[in-house]
């Protein structure tokens, strides 16, 4: 059986989640505290980046959230995560990386804030401006008509976005200038898979004094 190395509040994991219980996979969950456990010998010898998450699969294991969908998309096609034209994929591929790239490094600041760490006005100024340009090329592509990114397929695009996205009015940042983008996160998490992995209150509590030992190492 597929194992699924993760933790709740880690965006990283929770997309893998979201794409093991969309495809509906028979998957067990081991959850890593990160206090340390994910530098034990046993899990250096899984991800030497000491970093969740991690899928093992028989005797291949897989880290980096987006390999692990790549994985997850070929070795378990049904139901299809990804569209089939060229233009789709690559607007899909775009998105994810748009995601990883953009968006996730320059909410650090917006974690800082949450965290009651200082963070330099001119610093905060930047991350709004970053994040308006993400939220603004995401609002752009999403149609008035169609529930996701692709229309009416759920797809990677959805998955990396949906996901990581609906934090940002938790760290302060309204999404209400972006409507569409804001049904978007509302129709998302109608579906059991966003359910199931959002995590609950005491779980972000939990995960908070790690978090901030996490944003004042950055
Ligand atoms: N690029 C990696 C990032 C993974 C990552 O940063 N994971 C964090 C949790 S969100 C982690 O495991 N941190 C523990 C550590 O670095 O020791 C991915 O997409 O999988």
Known sequence: MLQF??????????????????KQLEFEPI???LNGDQFQEDFLKLNPFHHIPVLVDD??????????????????????????????????????LVIVNEFQPATIPLLRQWMEVPVEAKQLEKTHQQI???????????????????GEQLTLADVVAGTTIPVLPMLGQSLADYPKIEQWCDRLQQRDSW???????????????KIKAMVQKS
């Open 31 to 33: 959850l890593m505290q």
């Open 132 to 150: 308006a340009t993400v939220l603004g090329f995401l609002n752009d592509l999403l149609r008035e008509d169609s529930p996701y990114f692709m």
């Open 195 to 209: 359910q199931q992995t959002t995590p609950t209150p005491e779980e972000i509590e939990a995960a908070k004094a």
């Open 59 to 96: 005797s291949f294991r897989v880290f980096e959230s987006l390999a692990i969908l790549d994985y997850l998309e070929a070795k378990y096609p049904s139901p299809s995560l990804l569209p089939m034209d060229a233009r789709d994929i690559a607007t899909v591929r775009m998105i994810e």
């Open 5 to 22: 190395y993760y933790t709740p509040i880690s965006n990283n994991a929770r997309r893998v989640w979201v794409s093991l219980l969309e």
